[in-house]
């Protein structure tokens, strides 16, 4: 320590001061604010009083009795009080306490009642831990303690100040009652082992607490309860939260000083030699925790069982370690020491003082409080901090027209790693003037994306948000990863309609494209006939002829059965009549290159020039010279040349894709990028890649699609088992909870029996009933009811409960926590474990359900 500052424990409202103490100076100086204010920045103060050319002293403490004493802990071993008194600087110190044999004083102490601790470096032939009457007359200690026993650090508690603690042998920490008679020189006291002995802090407001650190480059902290403190050697030592390491450690770290706040109840302050100064927030839990309980999750790594309940529920880092803190700073301006002003700037504020090397002295302010937000069960955000405030806004979903997949997008990018998009919707809600500004403002706006994802999952249900697909394209237009989605959906769905994906006894039904070429359709005992052992193989073969597609034309295969039935799950059109439909469609809805991408990739490239030829003369299209490229069978050089800066221009990534296949004429070079959405890529690989080639591509991106939570994915992995490891990844990232819950419903359970989908869907449930959706709540449990029949109509559902039961008037959660089973149970005896066991006492304890 070279030195520190210390707010003055008699400061008052009017009067407010600091002590500056320079050990490398030899030096202190009170000073006083300025202004009566502590704003940021650096501190605005004046000198009161000074003591310059003191004797050399490594510790020092301030008297909580009377303002202007200051303890000295001279290198010598003496003990030295000096007076700081406005009227008079004296240089000399006015009483000195001194020690038989000369070592060094470690850590010096007051307590309330004036005594005074001195701890020393270790003697054998004196004790290192002498108490002074500091207001008496004699010099000699009242009490003499560890003989021959190094004495690191010292402190008394403030609230009883015949108890003190010190660590001792650098190996203990030991408490003593000053009270006590037997306790001399011999030893006695309560003592537990530790390394950390350096620079004890007490918390004030909690006196059971205090916490003490190591040494030096060791930047460990440990906090007590002297509760738990006992003579015994017990593996409860007393030492409640250990922090090892409490700071950063990228470079040789030690702990320099540690200081409890005083107006917040568990906040400890560490600063350390890099100029690094981090807040940690503790808290004690009304109850401890619940200890051998089959509900307490396993700890793979072992270890024992967390027994206290203390925790820590905040850390902050006030200040960087110089190291750290960026090129512009300088060592003059780190943190040498600091002190928490003792009284609170603001509600929700507390200063704190910083020294910087050049003895100057800057404010920061830090939080008194968290700011806790939760969203309620109606998607009001409640905030507390000042105070409690509770903000609805008003609800609102996207109405946007509707856009191609990709069509956001405006740069080239590898197809590897597409992320999930979030999709911010207009506010279409109709408000008057105020409201709107209100809204329109920056925290508004910050709120209602907040609540976006709630909001609009509650009115996706009021909107008939269910197992219409195509109603389900309008809901969520804007979203082009949902539009793929439920178009996917449905084209499985009309694929499966009328049980025309069964063949030989075996369902097909919702199987993507990876399961269809690796002839994996999933578990198979609920899709094949008990009476049936058709393979999968000979089912899709089957299939191509009962739904007569046409014959594979594309690269040489050995599986062309296959390569058509999945590019029927893309969406493939066999027939002319069929692909004009459908690019008339596309240009319909503003999707011009789109369409003629289309044309194209089915090799009908007179469709594509005629399209091209009705868009330009209708003006719909500038007229770029694509025409006379898409009719040139080969291209020049300058024309390739042409193609790659039209490429670069446009933002349009059909048109992109487009020009890319004229530049090289092969589509695999489209399939590298990201233009074409995941249909049209899988598309061009089942035509022009070979067998092993296509295995790799599916097997790509079907591993893709599921790390990354790609809804589009479903085409490769259908709605199958794969999904539902899709889907919680797609959850986890959009917190989408709905969409995910009725994708998977047409599968689950009548294909894929997975627990997860019942714990979405009972949350959904819940969500429902919250929202105080019952119709659109009854409306989902019919119709999936309906789903969840197997081929000879047997349901696969449990019968749902009581429809009469009591609701809590707010959340709308069944009050009734207790099943029959279990209240059968209570009734004969029986004793009830976890967290069931207490619910008849928590809805007693809350009079508003």
Request: charged share 25%.
């Amino acid at each position: 320590m070279e030195a520190a500052v210390r707010w003055s424990p008699h400061s008052t409202d009017v009067r407010r001061r600091f002590l500056l103490v320079d050990v490398a100076d030899s030096s202190l100086t009170l000073n006083e604010i300025d202004h009566n204010a502590l704003g940021k920045g650096q501190l605005g103060s004046h000198t009161v009083a000074s003591c310059k050319k003191l004797p050399s002293f490594g510790a020092f403490a301030w008297s909580p009795v009377h303002e202007h004493v200051v303890a000295l802990g001279l290198v010598s071993g003496n003990a030295s009080l000096v007076n700081l008194s406005e009227s008079e600087h004296a240089a000399e110190p006015a009483v000195t306490f001194k020690t038989k044999q000369q070592r060094r004083c470690n850590s010096v102490a007051f307590n309330t009642q004036n005594w005074l601790a001195v701890a020393l470096d270790k003697t054998r032939s004196d004790v290192c831990l002498n108490i002074y009457d500091a207001g008496g007359e004699s010099q000699e200690p009242v009490r003499r303690l560890c003989a021959a026993e190094l004495v690191s650090s010292v402190r008394f508690f403030p609230g009883q100040p015949q108890e003190l603690v010190a660590t001792t042998q650098r190996s203990f920490i030991r408490l003593y009652d000053l009270r006590d008679a037997s306790i001399g020189s011999g030893g006695g006291g309560l003592q537990a082992p530790t390394r950390n002995v350096n620079n004890i802090s007490i918390d004030p407001l909690d006196e059971n607490y205090f916490a003490s650190a190591g040494s030096s480059g060791d930047p460990s902290v440990t906090v007590w309860d002297k509760r738990w403190i006992s003579p015994s050697s017990s593996n409860s030592n007393g030492a409640v939260l250990n922090f090892s390491p409490a700071v950063n450690v990228s470079a040789t770290t030690t702990i320099w000083s540690l200081r409890y706040s005083g107006q917040r109840r568990g906040r400890l302050a560490i600063c350390a030699n890099t100029g690094e100064i981090r807040v940690i927030d503790m808290l004690e839990s009304k109850t401890l925790p619940v200890h051998n309980s089959e509900y307490l999750p396993m700890n793979p790594y072992g270890g024992s069982p967390w027994h206290a309940n203390r925790y820590v529920s905040r850390v902050r880092d006030v200040q960087r370690p110089w190291h750290q803190a960026g090129e512009d700073s300088k060592d003059s301006s780190r943190a040498i020491a600091f002190d928490w002003a003792g009284e609170e700037i603001s509600k929700s504020e507390q200063a704190m003082l910083i020294l910087q090397p050049s003895r100057k002295v800057e404010v920061v302010h830090v939080p008194l409080a968290d700011t806790h937000a939760e969203v309620t069960s109606r998607q009001e955000l409640g905030t507390l901090r000042e105070e409690i405030r509770v903000t609805e806004p008003r609800s609102y979903i996207a109405s946007a027209k509707p856009m191609a997949p990709y069509e956001q997008q405006n740069r080239a990018s590898t197809a590897e790693d597409p992320e999930i998009i979030d999709h911010e919707p207009e506010d279409n809600s109709l408000d008057d003037g105020d409201e709107i500004a209100r809204r329109r403002s920056r925290d508004a706006s910050y709120v209602g994306k907040l609540l976006a994802p709630a909001t609009m999952s509650r009115e996706r249900c009021r909107l008939g948000y269910l197992f219409d697909c195509h109603k389900n394209i309008g809901i969520v237009a804007g979203n082009w990863q949902l539009e793929r989605l439920w178009e996917i959906v449905n084209r499985f769905k009309e694929q499966a309609a009328d049980k025309a994906m069964i063949h030989g006894g075996v369902d097909l039904s919702y199987v993507g494209v990876s399961g269809l070429w690796s002839e994996v359709a999933g578990n198979m005992e609920r899709r094949r006939s008990p009476s049936r052992r058709t393979k999968v193989s000979d089912a899709i073969i089957g299939l191509i002829s009962d739904r007569d597609i046409p014959p594979f034309e594309g690269e040489r295969t050995n599986f062309p059965e296959h390569r058509q039935l999945c590019l029927a799950a893309c969406g493939w059109k066999f027939t002319v009549d069929t692909l004009e439909a459908e690019c008339q469609e596309l240009i319909d809805r503003g999707l011009y290159y789109t369409a003629i991408v289309q044309a194209v990739l089915h090799d009908y490239k007179h469709i594509a020039l005629n399209m091209l030829r009705t868009l330009i003369r209708s003006k719909t299209v500038p007229n770029i010279g694509l025409g006379a490229l898409l009719a040139s069978d080969k291209i020049n050089e300058e024309q390739r040349e042409m193609c790659l800066w039209m490429a670069a221009d446009t933002e349009d990534p059909a048109l992109k894709a487009l020009l890319t296949f004229l530049t090289t004429g092969d589509w695999r070079d489209v399939m590298k990028t990201n233009y074409l959405h995941l249909g049209y890529r899988v598309a061009l690989a089942l035509r022009y890649l070979n067998d092993t080639e296509l295995s790799g591509f599916l097997q790509t991106e079907t591993a893709r699609a599921v790390r990354n939570g790609d809804p589009e994915g479903t085409l490769l992995t259908g709605l199958g088992e794969e999904a539902m490891d899709l889907f919680q990844t797609y959850i986890a990232k959009t917190n989408d909870l709905q969409t995910a819950v009725l994708a998977t419903a047409f599968t689950n359970p009548r294909y894929v029996d997975d627990l997860r989908f019942d714990m979405w869907k009972e949350v959904y449930l819940e969500q429902m009933q919250a929202w105080r959706a019952f119709s659109e709540r009854t409306k989902f449990t019919v119709q999936h009811a309906h789903k969840a029949r197997t081929a000879d109509g047997k349901t696969l559902l449990e019968p749902p409960p009581a429809p009469v039961t009591l609701k809590c008037n707010h959340c709308q959660g069944a009050l009734a926590r207790r099943t029959p089973a279990t209240s059968q149970a209570t009734a004969n005896g029986t004793k009830q474990h976890g967290p069931l066991a207490h619910a008849g006492t928590q809805e007693n304890n809350h009079p508003s359900d």
